[in-house]
């Protein structure tokens, strides 16, 4: 069975300062994309950043970056400077390119930055 | 312009009625889902449509039951609401190639 596990449930951080949150994944695809999804108290969900797992280069936006590590199935994000509106629940997804239309979403992290 | 919107935004209703969630994308989407999302805030499939088709049906109650008019719309219709039917419902389409979900704002549904 394919799974996403984010194993950090709750995580703060000081305003400017760096946090990484962590994902882990667990397929016999060997082609996938990756994403983390931030759902703010407003609950929106947005798009952060994307990944697609043939490629090596690390994706960024911004202060957002990941470090994709296929061989070790981790997929974490990093976030610099950061800043009261990242305070929300942050979600990692994975979805293989072998023509299923399932995502697959972990439990979630909820990140506090704090003034 | 809203890519993927939602009707209505919050619900409020008794134990035992019927309601129903309208979703609509004006992204041109042909796949568009339905998720659970729980005081957890774990997010569950419910329902996939692609071109109108159901091709994602999880073990959900047959109490809710999906329609596609057509690849833009997706709604959600819920008989005989259920204390546990509480939570927030997500509409998404997903873009190809990039296989990027976009969501709605949700709908946040309360029974009493």
């Known amino acids: 069975a394919q799974t996403v596990t984010q194993s950090q449930p709750e995580m703060s951080v000081q305003e400017a300062e760096t946090v990484t949150l962590s994902c882990t994944y667990d397929?016999?695809?060997?082609?996938?994309?990756l994403f983390w999804y931030k759902q703010p108290p407003s609950r929106q969900m947005i798009l952060v950043i994307r990944?697609?797992?043939?490629?090596?280069q690390n994706a960024t936006e911004n202060r957002f970056s990941v470090n994709f590590q296929k061989a070790a199935k981790s997929f974490s994000l990093k976030i610099s400077d950061s800043q009261l509106g990242d305070t929300a629940m942050y979600f990692c997804?994975?979805?293989?390119?072998?023509?299923?239309?399932?995502?697959?979403f972990g439990t979630g992290t909820r990140l506090k930055v704090l003034a | 312009d809203t890519a993927v919107s939602q009707t209505p935004k919050y619900l409020v209703t008794q134990m035992g009625n019927d309601k129903s969630i309208k979703c609509e994308q004006n992204?041109?989407?042909?796949?568009m889902y339905w998720y659970k999302q729980d005081s957890k805030k774990f997010l569950k499939i419910m329902f996939s449509?692609?071109?109108?088709?159901?091709?994602i049906n999880e073990t959900v109650p047959n109490r809710f039951s999906p329609k596609s008019p057509d690849k833009a719309h997706l709604n959600l219709h819920i008989n005989s609401l259920e204390l546990g039917d509480s939570a927030v419902y997500f509409c998404?389409?997903?873009?190809?190639?990039?296989?990027?979900?976009?969501f709605g704002p949700g709908t946040r549904l309360l029974v009493l």
């Open positions: 998404a389409s997903r873009s190809l190639p990039q296989e990027t979900q976009y």
């Open positions: 397929t016999s695809e060997n082609n996938y994309y």
């Open positions: 990944q697609e797992a043939y490629k090596q």
């Open positions: 997804a994975f979805i293989p390119t072998s023509g299923t239309y399932k995502y697959i």
């Open positions: 992204l041109g989407h042909d796949t």
């Open positions: 449509y692609n071109n109108k088709e159901l091709i």
